[in-house]
């Protein structure tokens, strides 16, 4: 019997690498000059007929900056169309009222903001322009009168953890539907003395759990697979069994999702299993996307959990965490070597 492959549930696109910003932590290491070779209009279009016909996953468009993309509105609706549900990445300081009419009409779902700090000076320090908070506020007011739907993502890093908290206040305030954190992984610009310790990944992962129990907005952490393990030692000294209802969707998926029902496309058309994991997949210029999916050694290593090594692989957590690849690629340039950012010791319950 053939094994069957389920098609990805998540897709993030680079649809240009360029950008107006210049983060210090920028996976993508995004500047304003635009690199040679985007996938066409054609192109981009050719590769949503290709999704589609495999499953109708959430399509995140994403960059660089991908309002900088002039073809953006056409990319999106082509995506709607389709049967995808599209929805786009963006560091807000270019909305204006009319592109953002233009992403409704376009059938975009919502769009993610990100706010690295609580205060003007550790965001813009964070997204390398003065002024940036203040635009991305007026950002978010275009979308609030709009009545568009936004999430507020951060990034968690030596330089804003201790306002992590102010910026999920921040986020409610403002009206986010959702508020996912993201925890920094060294690649591109983003660098490994900005990572916080193991220690305060469990700390601030642990303040994450408590914060998920009562809110009122959806929560998730992204690129920190051991919240999946902390989730469920938590839930265990509370007595509690994991569901949807006292979890959320948090009780249906797995830490990292990378290659199994994810994955990350380049501007030029490389497939990783994520952004930050520089293991390519294939081109979709040079394979149908399918046989990338199903067949890439990448993938079909990162979908058995047997394939992990040194902690991870003996882990009564595996299943459910099977750590950060990107990190243990950055650290020791084996992407199935162990976590090197969890302090956990497997055996120990
Ligand atoms: C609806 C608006 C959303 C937007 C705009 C958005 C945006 C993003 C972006 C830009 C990334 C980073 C991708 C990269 O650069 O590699 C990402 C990652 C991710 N998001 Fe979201 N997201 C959204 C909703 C969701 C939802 C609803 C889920 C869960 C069902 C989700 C799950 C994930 C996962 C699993 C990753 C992958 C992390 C990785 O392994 O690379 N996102 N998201
Ligand atoms: C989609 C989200 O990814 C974040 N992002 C960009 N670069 C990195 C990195 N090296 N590590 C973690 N998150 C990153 C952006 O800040 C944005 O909020
Ligand atoms: S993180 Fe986003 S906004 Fe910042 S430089 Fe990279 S692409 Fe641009």
């Avoid at 109708?56 to 900088?68: A, C, F, Q, V, Y």
């Avoid at 609030?144 to 739907?149: E, G, L, Q, T, V």
């Avoid at 938590?234 to 830490?255: D, L, P, R």
Wanted: charge should be negative.
């Amino acid at each position: 019997m053939i094994a069957m492959t389920n098609p990805p549930r998540l897709i993030a696109w680079e649809l240009t690498a360029g950008c107006n910003l210049n983060c210090v932590h920028c996976r993508g290491a995004s500047t304003s000059s635009v690199p040679e070779g985007e996938l066409t209009t054609e192109e981009a279009k050719h590769f949503i007929d290709e999704v589609a016909e495999l499953g109708k996953p959430i399509l995140i468009l994403s960059g660089g900056e991908p309002l900088t993309r002039s073809d953006v509105f056409e990319i999106a609706r082509y995506g709607t169309d389709a049967g995808l549900r599209v929805v786009l990445a963006t560091n807000g300081t270019l909305l204006t009222p009319e592109i953002v009419e233009k992403l409704k009409e376009a059938g975009v779902q919502r769009l993610s903001i990100s706010i690295d700090g609580a205060t003007a000076e550790t965001h813009d320090n964070f997204r390398g322009m003065p002024g940036a908070f203040e635009r991305t506020l007026a950002g978010i007011e275009i979308l609030r009168k709009a009545d568009f739907p936004f999430q507020i993502n951060a990034t968690v890093s030596k330089r804003n953890l201790e306002e992590i908290p102010k910026t999920f206040e921040l986020a409610k305030e403002l009206g986010a539907v959702a508020y996912h954190v993201f925890f920094l992984v060294p690649t591109g610009r983003g660098e490994e003395s900005d990572e916080v310790s193991p220690a305060d990944y469990e700390r601030i992962l642990h303040w994450f759990y408590d914060m998920q129990k009562e809110s009122e907005i959806q929560l998730k952490a992204t690129c920190a697979p051991h919240y999946f393990r902390i989730m469920r030692q938590q839930a265990k000294k509370e007595g509690i069994e994991i569901s949807v209802k006292t979890h959320g969707y948090e009780a249906m998926t797995k830490g990292c999702l990378g290659g199994t029902g994810f994955c990350f496309v380049s501007s030029v058309g490389e497939v990783y299993p994520c952004g930050y994991l520089p293991v390519l997949a294939g081109n979709i210029r040079e394979q149908p996307f399918k046989d990338v999916w199903e067949n890439s050694e990448v993938f079909r290593k990162l979908r058995n959990p047997e394939e992990l090594k040194g902690k991870c692989g003996i882990c009564e957590y595996k299943n459910v965490c099977a750590g950060c690849r990107a990190r243990a690629y950055a650290a020791t340039g084996d992407y199935l070597k162990e976590e090197p950012y969890c302090i956990y010791r497997p055996g120990k319950k």
